[in-house]
Nanobody, 126 residues
Framework: QVQLVESGGGLVQAGGSLRLSCAAS????????MAWFRQAPGKEREFVAS????????DYANSVKGRFTISRDNAKNTVYLQMNSLKPEDTAGYSC???????????????????WGQGTQVTVSS
């Protein structure tokens, strides 16, 4: 059983930056595909970014491409989401997720992931 704990959320002005962290415990972190999802009030949860076990492959939602960067440190059992040039529409609860399978074309699907964190709130003011 893997436990995921996110941190780093907060209130930031438009154009600012935040770095989210997701610390994993209870499993072998380097064997999990990791991802970030977000959910805004009244909206469905949506894919943000994903990263393969080694960190060699990443994918992003079109809405964040060029502004967000996902990375991981397998020695620290942590995945990160660096968010730059934040916009008010980035306001959401951000959750990390872990998948025990291989990195595949289904990286953007919620159902691909086995474990989820509780989330951290990001609010971007205009």
């Amino acid at each position: 059983q893997v436990q995921l704990v996110e941190s780093g959320g907060g209130l930031v002005q438009a154009g600012g930056s935040l770095r989210l962290s997701c610390a994993a415990s209870g499993g072998t972190f380097s064997t999990y595909v990791m991802a970030w999802f977000r959910q805004a009030p009244g909206k469905e949860r949506e894919f943000v970014a994903s990263i393969s076990r080694s960190g060699g492959t990443t994918d992003y939602a079109n809405s964040v491409k060029g502004r967000f960067t996902i990375s991981r440190d397998n020695a620290k059992n942590t995945v990160y989401l660096q968010m730059n040039s934040l916009k008010p529409e980035d306001t959401a609860g951000y959750s990390c997720a872990a998948d025990q399978g291989l990195y595949s074309g289904s990286y953007y699907r919620e159902t691909q992931y086995d474990y989820w964190g509780q989330g951290t709130q990001v609010t971007v003011s205009s």
